[in-house]
């Protein structure tokens, strides 16, 4: 090895060493807060880590909310928050242009920015909006920036959405389109706290003081953590379980009869990308200097799950998204 190249992975030890420290107190102090989710907090901090947005599913009053405004207090990001319904409009996320008249009657448009233009944004309810509002989040999704009357805004960094759904209304709600649905990094399903949580989460929560987040992460330290989770090192054989994983989804590639007979469409390139930069930053988070084989069988479902799509027979044989990614991920 030259001394360029043992220099550089010094470096990139050092720095990890570091930023691992600071994520484990920035979990501790999230938990604080957020009780008997620890989880979906782990979820959330490796989606963020890898430059991603996130979908939380799950029933209201299970914290979801709570945990988005505790991130971003934890780390130290700008958030803004819309609240989807039916007569959402794109321009009232991304923004929309006005006419100022100035005193010597002259008129010129000037360009007011929406909620959109935030470090965390988080879209509750998502499923609510109309698809034509919900597509106006996916530029700025995918390019962190925006185009108003053929003019482009960059928005600030880092950029991130957390969406929130609710798995069982639907009265009044749209289907994410599958483009937009793929532009998450992961879907992350929100479940009942247990009891010896759900109690602790009844004295801390109605008592007469209540836990305040503590800023433990600045967002330029984010930036910079997302730019390490690129250059941690990732073996040949995590490479080759993401690729085996992601392509046996697909049912024109796949050799897995219940994928062949129940799956309309599977995970694109997209998946293999959001499960690799995971697994890295997974790593970082348990202090681990690289990714492992388990990482990519713990983080499977909720990278692919919303990436997939059964098909009418796959009700009938009580098949789920959930164990069609079991069976695949038990061979590797």
């Given at each position: 090895?030259?001394?360029?190249?043992?220099?550089?992975?010094l470096?990139?030890?050092?720095?990890?060493?570091?930023?691992?420290?600071?994520?484990?107190?920035?979990?501790?102090?999230?938990?604080?807060?957020?009780?008997?989710?620890?989880?979906?907090?782990?979820?959330?901090?490796?989606?963020?880590?890898?430059?991603?947005?996130?979908?939380?599913?799950?029933?209201?009053?299970?914290?979801?909310?709570?945990?988005?405004?505790?991130?971003?207090?934890?780390?130290?990001?700008?958030?803004k928050?819309?609240?989807?319904?039916?007569?959402?409009?794109?321009?009232?996320?991304?923004?929309s242009?006005?006419?100022?008249?100035?005193?010597?009657?002259?008129?010129?448009?000037?360009?007011?920015?929406?909620?959109?233009?935030?470090?965390?944004l988080?879209?509750?309810?998502?499923?609510?909006?109309?698809?034509?509002?919900?597509?106006?989040?996916?530029?700025?999704?995918?390019?962190?920036?925006?185009?108003?009357?053929?003019?482009?805004?960059?928005?600030?960094k880092?950029?991130?959405?957390?969406?929130?759904?609710?798995?069982?209304?639907?009265?009044?709600?749209?289907?994410?389109?599958?483009?937009?649905?793929?532009?998450?990094?992961?879907?992350?399903?929100?479940?009942?706290?247990?009891?010896?949580?759900?109690?602790?989460?009844?004295?801390?929560?109605?008592?007469a003081?209540?836990?305040?987040?503590?800023?433990?992460?600045?967002?330029?330290?984010?930036?910079?953590?997302?730019?390490?989770?690129?250059?941690?090192?990732?073996?040949?054989?995590?490479?080759?379980?993401?690729?085996?994983?992601?392509?046996?989804?697909?049912?024109?590639?796949?050799?897995?009869?219940?994928?062949?007979?129940?799956?309309?469409?599977?995970?694109?390139?997209?998946?293999?990308?959001?499960?690799?930069?995971?697994?890295?930053?997974?790593?970082?988070?348990?202090?681990?200097?690289?990714?492992?084989?388990?990482?990519?069988?713990?983080?499977?479902?909720?990278?692919?799950?919303?990436?997939?799509?059964?098909?009418?027979?796959?009700?009938g044989?009580?098949?789920?998204?959930?164990?069609?990614?079991e069976?695949?991920?038990?061979?590797?």
């Open positions: 090895m030259s001394l360029n190249k043992a220099a550089k992975s470096d990139i030890s050092s720095q990890m060493e570091e930023y691992s420290a600071k994520i484990l107190t920035a979990k501790q102090e999230i938990s604080k807060i957020v009780l008997g989710q620890d989880k979906v907090i782990d979820r959330s901090l490796i989606t963020l880590l890898s430059s991603g947005h996130l979908l939380l599913i799950g029933l209201p009053g299970l914290g979801k909310t709570l945990l988005v405004d505790t991130i971003s207090k934890v780390i130290d990001l700008k958030t928050r819309i609240q989807c319904t039916p007569d959402l409009m794109p321009s009232d996320i991304i923004g242009e006005t006419i100022d008249i100035a005193k010597d009657g002259s008129r010129s448009f000037r360009f007011i920015e929406g909620p959109v233009f935030c470090q965390l988080m879209a509750d309810e998502i499923n609510r909006a109309s698809p034509r509002t919900q597509s106006a989040l996916l530029q700025a999704m995918q390019e962190q920036q925006v185009t108003i009357s053929g003019v482009q805004y960059d928005l600030p880092p950029f991130h959405v957390m969406a929130t759904q609710n798995p069982l209304e639907q009265e009044g709600t749209y289907p994410l389109p599958e483009a937009q649905l793929d532009r998450f990094l992961m879907q992350v399903e929100v479940t009942y706290p247990s009891e010896i949580n759900e109690r602790q989460m009844m004295l801390q929560t109605t008592g003081s209540q836990e305040k987040a503590v800023k433990i992460i600045e967002h330029k330290d984010l930036i910079a953590i997302q730019k390490l989770i690129r250059s941690i090192p990732i073996g040949d054989n995590v490479v080759d379980a993401i690729l085996k994983l992601v392509r046996s989804a697909r049912p024109d590639q796949s050799e897995f009869k219940n994928v062949t007979e129940f799956v309309n469409w599977g995970p694109g390139p997209r998946a293999s990308q959001a499960l690799m930069l995971a697994c890295r930053a997974k790593a970082l988070i348990e202090g681990r200097y690289a990714p492992s084989i388990d990482d990519v069988l713990e983080l499977a479902s909720p990278v692919l799950r919303h990436r997939m799509s059964l098909n009418f027979a796959a009700r044989e009580n098949i789920t998204i959930d164990s069609i990614i069976e695949i991920s038990a061979s590797i």
